[in-house]
């Protein structure tokens, strides 16, 4: 496993590189002992895998905040997603920066999200699946979300949307007096 720097601060891009032969090909998701650079002792508590059927459609923008605040490892599993994260840590030099990769089957790349960023995702085919994993069990009481259109983040999402939950399409425009989640 390679930890690659983005453009946001403490969100990394995390290449892993299959092991193939005759028979098919190996992945480790996930090592600790591998994964010192991104967070010593990294714990997860929850793994949670979604479909989404029809190309388009966005999933997010979610995060959960203190004191349920959650990082989170994910990983296309099957088909083609441009992946997004948005930095809302009050005092972050990339604050309301967004950030979009490409996760697929194929290039083997994972995305580690830390804990006070939003994440969605569009899904580029049909039927796709992402694993995510949590450092923290969902919370009803502490999640909460950013639109995937809100004007102020300005988010390039690369394809017509053709699907958006009720639940995401009425989180509240980000105002002047959002300052951040604080850690």
């Given at each position: 496993?390679?930890?690659?720097?983005?453009?946001?601060?403490?969100?990394?891009?995390?290449?892993?590189?299959?092991?193939?032969?005759?028979?098919?090909?190996?992945?480790?998701?996930?090592?600790?002992?591998?994964?010192?650079?991104?967070?010593?002792?990294?714990?997860?508590?929850?793994?949670?895998?979604?479909?989404?059927?029809?190309?388009?459609?966005?999933?997010?923008?979610?995060?959960?905040?203190?004191?349920?605040?959650?990082?989170?490892?994910?990983?296309?599993?099957?088909?083609?997603?441009?992946?997004?994260?948005?930095?809302?840590?009050?005092?972050?030099?990339?604050?309301?920066?967004?950030?979009?990769?490409?996760?697929?089957?194929?290039?083997?790349?994972?995305?580690?999200?830390?804990?006070?960023?939003?994440?969605?995702?569009?899904?580029?085919?049909?039927?796709?699946?992402?694993?995510?994993?949590?450092?923290?069990?969902?919370?009803?009481?502490?999640?909460?979300?950013?639109?995937?259109?809100?004007?102020?983040?300005?988010?390039?999402w690369?394809?017509?949307?053709?699907?958006v939950?009720?639940?995401?399409?009425?989180?509240?425009?980000?105002?002047?007096?959002f300052?951040?989640?604080?850690?």
């Amino acid at each position: 496993m390679k930890a690659h720097g983005t453009p946001l601060a403490d969100l990394m891009l995390i290449e892993t590189a299959p092991i193939q032969d005759q028979r098919g090909s190996f992945i480790r998701v996930f090592c600790e002992t591998e994964c010192v650079e991104l967070r010593p002792y990294l714990h997860w508590v929850q793994i949670n895998l979604s479909s989404t059927s029809l190309k388009g459609t966005i999933r997010g923008m979610h995060f959960q905040s203190p004191p349920a605040a959650e990082a989170k490892l994910i990983r296309c599993l099957q088909g083609r997603v441009f992946d997004v994260a948005v930095d809302l840590r009050a005092g972050s030099p990339t604050f309301l920066h967004w950030h979009g990769v490409e996760l697929s089957e194929n290039n083997s790349m994972q995305l580690f999200i830390p804990e006070g960023f939003a994440h969605g995702f569009q899904t580029l085919t049909d039927d796709a699946q992402l694993l995510y994993l949590h450092t923290a069990a969902w919370s009803r009481a502490h999640e909460g979300g950013v639109r995937h259109d809100d004007p102020v983040l300005a988010i390039a999402w690369p394809l017509p949307v053709t699907q958006v939950s009720g639940k995401d399409r009425d989180f509240p425009l980000l105002t002047a007096a959002f300052a951040g989640i604080e850690l």
